[in-house]
């Protein structure tokens, strides 16, 4: 039986722990000092955002997934099924983005990412495929981070020092 309000709350946590760097009693997923998905995105700029090293999709088309991505996740939260009529490919399209273009875009995933997160701290009855979606969400979030800090050093965290 899962404790609902501790299972909500652990899993907010560990969701601000990705996007905003962990907490000051405890670090679970990212390195203290952290400063999360968030911030990262504000040190870099469009030309880096922009920026497709080797091919590989760009800091700008990784952050427009998320978006998307948060975006369904939102419309199933207030019981819409996005599911049907999602593009998954569409969100990698946006490769370059302007300096406008690109504020607005991480204005639009830290939107994203509010709603998200309180549509966790929401109670519900938690099914399979509720449980699984909502955990997969974080773990989906942290592998993109990696995936910026891959493409786009200057989006780095500190190294680890414990």
Request: net charge negative.
């Amino acid at each position: 039986m899962i404790d609902e309000p501790r299972f909500r709350e652990a899993l907010g946590r560990l969701l601000r722990e990705v996007l905003q760097g962990p907490a000051p009693d405890a670090s679970f997923m990212l390195n203290r000092g952290d400063r999360g998905l968030l911030a990262s995105l504000a040190q870099l700029s469009a030309a880096q955002a922009s920026a497709s090293p080797d091919g590989r999709g760009s800091v700008a088309a990784h952050v427009d997934h998320l978006r998307y991505g948060l975006s369904l996740l939102n419309r199933w939260a207030l019981g819409d099924d996005p599911w049907g009529d999602a593009d998954f490919s569409a969100s990698w399209a946006r490769v370059h983005v302007t300096e406008q273009q690109w504020r607005e875009l991480r204005e639009a995933l830290a939107a994203e990412t509010t709603a998200w997160s309180q549509a966790i701290d929401q109670p519900r009855e938690w099914t399979r495929a509720s449980l699984t979606e909502t955990i997969a969400s974080v773990a989906h979030l942290a592998y993109h981070l990696a995936a910026i800090r891959q493409i786009q050093p200057a989006a780095g965290g500190p190294p680890a020092k414990d």
